[in-house]
């Protein structure tokens, strides 16, 4: 190995020392500095808990996207507390990458942008249950630095959420009120089974509930709805309602079914009563008969 390699790995090894479990995870997708570029295609962040510096390039984002970099990120010290606008730009951030994925016109792209996500999600679902392959190398050190740093991540938020709540605003709660109201579907009992909403109906209601908290977040942000926002919002409101029509459709059908059912099973009875009261009539009959003999000169006068 050459000298300035081993220079250069060093260097690397003894700053990644200084950095925190965050830091470290993300050390390979950002390049960490000391000074800022002079430039507005970058942010300059430093990481509130090991001071490591970083421009983030803001190329290829529209303006609302840079604005919402602006305004929340390098900011774990209670601002998401105190300031509704880094709040409502944090979430928001988040919910556009989905927003965007159905904010298409044409009907043959959403059509593909249905069938890819369902296919993903079914996907992730199989990857879930099937048993997991033991990782080596490489891939086994990024997953246990990947593990430290979300672990990392969460206490650094627990621990900023203790010092600095409750929040001064009433979005969080708004939109917690919003995800219970879209997403707290109840499977219904009827006729003897469970009628439960199907996977894709989960997934659209959660895709269309992160839509809403984007569109309750540009009110604040912005205060209006953008376009994109908007034709995604109309696309899910739709399709999710043709999916609960077609679970509402489910349910009728079996609630049908249990009518018509019951309808044989009540028309089977009868039948079944008519015929036990019409032997009981006729072993009555003949008790009769036999309690009461006919006389000798009645059966003659028959004769």
Known sequence: MKLS??????????????????????????????????????????????GAATNYTLKGRDEYEKEALRLFEGKRSGECYRDVRVFAALEWYYCWQHVKRWAVDDEEELKKAVHEFTAKKRKEAEQANAPKEKLKGKA?????????????????????????????????????????????????????????????????????????????????????????????????????AKLEQKRLERINELVELGAKRKAEREEAEAKRKAEREAEEEKHRQEREARSNPTPFYERTRQW
């Not at 950095?19 to 470290?24: G, K, P, S, V």
Request: charge should be negative; aromatic fraction near 14%; include cysteine.
């Open 140 to 240: 086994l050190k990024r997953a246990e630095t990947e593990e430290k740093a979300m672990a990392f991540f969460r206490q650094m938020l627990e621990e900023e959420k203790k010092r600095h709540s409750p929040y001064t605003f009433n979005l969080p709660d708004e939109i917690e009120k919003l995800r219970t109201e879209i997403t707290s579907v109840k499977d219904e009992y009827v006729e003897g089974q469970w009628v439960k909403p199907l996977d894709v109906e989960y997934w659209f209601r959660w895709e269309l509930y992160l839509c809403q908290v984007a569109e309750l977040c540009e009110k604040v942000l912005w205060k209006k709805l953008r376009p994109e926002t908007k034709d995604a919002l109309n696309f899910l409101t739709q399709f999710v």
């Open 5 to 50: 390699t081993a220079l250069t790995k060093l260097e690397r090894e003894v700053k990644e020392l200084t950095l925190c479990a965050w830091c470290q995870y993300a050390s390979p997708y950002a390049s960490f500095i000391t000074e800022p570029k002079n430039s507005l295609d970058y942010l300059f962040v430093r990481c509130v808990w090991c």
